[in-house]
């Protein structure tokens, strides 16, 4: 929930300063990268408790990811209209709704499978 409530946030102020920086392909490759690091840090964190320890270090990568989300939502979507023709942004914009969509769909049935296989 975090990530999400992050990027609800900072998503619009992310959006103008990266409209007014430009180098929107830098901004997506640091987005990469953060989230990256984020989940490398996720798998290799210790499992057991110390007196509420483990439970304060599990914000740091949830918030690298709400962080990471913001840019790249907000780099990645608004280069739409510079990819395709003028005519089409709507449909541009529609069809890529749909494949995000498809794969938030699909990732938890393809997981479960997966933990269920194994």
Same mark, same amino acid.
């Given at each position: ?10 998503? &619009?102020?992310? =959006? ?9 392909? *830098? ?5 990469? !990268?953060?989230?990256? !690091? $984020?989940?490398?840090? %996720? #798998? ?5 408790? %110390? ?5 304060? #270090?599990? *914000?740091?990568? *949830? ?14 979507? =608004?280069?739409? &209209?510079?990819? !395709? ?6 449909? #541009?914009?529609?069809?890529? %709704?749909?494949?995000?969509? #498809?794969?938030?769909?699909? $990732?938890?049935?393809? %997981? ?7």
């Amino acid at each position: 929930m975090l990530p999400y409530f992050m990027s609800m946030g900072l998503s &619009p102020i992310l =959006g103008f300063v990266i409209d007014r920086v430009g180098k929107r392909a *830098l901004f997506v490759m640091i987005s990469s !990268v953060i989230s990256f !690091v $984020s989940c490398v840090y %996720t #798998a290799f964190m210790k499992t057991e408790t %110390t007196q509420g320890v483990q439970d304060w #270090a599990v *914000l740091a990568p *949830l918030i690298a990811l709400g962080f990471a989300y913001s840019i790249y939502a907000s780099a990645l979507w =608004g280069s739409i &209209p510079y990819a !395709v023709n003028p005519k089409t942004i709507g449909s #541009a914009f529609g069809l890529t %709704t749909a494949l995000q969509n #498809a794969g938030l769909t699909l $990732s938890p049935f393809i %997981t479960g499978f997966e933990l269920n296989a194994s």
